[in-house]
């Protein structure tokens, strides 16, 4: 059995393969920082299946270089002077299309964005998650966790762990609560969405749940019992009729919607 990290690169690579003709899945780096963004590129462009496409060094450059070439992913500091990390996340994916298959693809629509930060949760990174962006990472990881990360989001998973998704819920509950003050469904209570244009079916809620809960694709076709292909049709359907930008958005949506509860990811 392959390790899930060789899975996960595997599924990356065949994404970037797919978008690029080449395999590789392009990355941008945005820190105001020049050692800092010196030592990222050196370790995404010692891999076979990234390159660096280009760097910025504040938001505004971030938001103009994306326009004029789209990467697949950027990494994207939070503080920078000028136009800060948030909003330049949040006018790079409001000018582009989004993604209706959750994965990475160089023809214009939405990159995925990482968002750098110096602390494990904090406020900045909930403005981030909500202005878009697919996850976080401290800068101080470990450069296995900062390729793990890219490939991760490039094939439209979050770069957040059950344990920091519960913790980055947590503080942004408040805005998770129905629409009309009715109190929240209890742990686990499903509250169907009614809204949606399109329903989603049980399979789809059982899938949602399961990425809610931190599962990979390969994971959940194991537990199901159905080939890696049919999970990733079923999740491209859960994020285009939810209008989630991507797992770590879908899984918002579920938890929004008490279809599953916060505790549940701790």
Do not use: C
Request: no cysteine; net charge negative.
């Amino acid at each position: 059995m392959r390790e899930p990290q060789n899975r996960a690169a595997d599924e990356a690579r065949g994404i970037a393969d797919d978008a690029n003709g080449d395999g590789v899945i392009r990355v941008a780096l945005a820190d105001d920082q020049m050692l800092v963004r010196a030592g990222f590129a050196m370790v995404v462009d010692s891999q076979e299946d990234m390159e660096v496409t280009w760097q910025a060094d504040d938001g505004l450059a971030a938001i103009e270089m994306s326009a004029a070439d789209a990467p697949d992913v950027i990494l994207m500091d939070i503080r920078m002077p000028g136009v800060d990390g948030i909003e330049a996340t949040r006018r790079i994916l409001g000018s582009v299309p989004e993604r209706g298959d959750g994965s990475a693809q160089s023809d214009g629509s939405a990159p995925r964005i990482l968002v750098l930060t110096t602390f494990d949760v904090d406020e900045y990174v909930t403005d981030a998650i909500a202005a878009g962006a697919s996850g976080f990472l401290l800068k101080d990881a470990a450069p296995e966790e900062l390729l793990a990360a890219i490939r991760d989001v490039a094939a439209g998973d979050s770069a957040l762990s059950a344990r920091s998704a519960a913790r980055l819920i947590a503080q942004v509950r408040p805005m998770l609560a129905p629409h009309d003050g009715a109190p929240e469904a209890p742990t686990g209570a499903a509250q169907t969405r009614d809204d949606l244009p399109d329903p989603l079916t049980h399979r789809e809620e059982e899938i949602l749940r399961l990425i809610a809960l931190g599962r990979t694709n390969a994971e959940i076709a194991e537990e199901l019992f159905i080939a890696m292909p049919t999970v990733k049709t079923h999740v491209g359907r859960i994020l285009m009729k939810t209008g989630a930008r991507d797992r770590v958005h879908a899984v918002i949506f579920a938890l929004s919607t008490g279809r599953v509860g916060v505790r549940e990811l701790g």
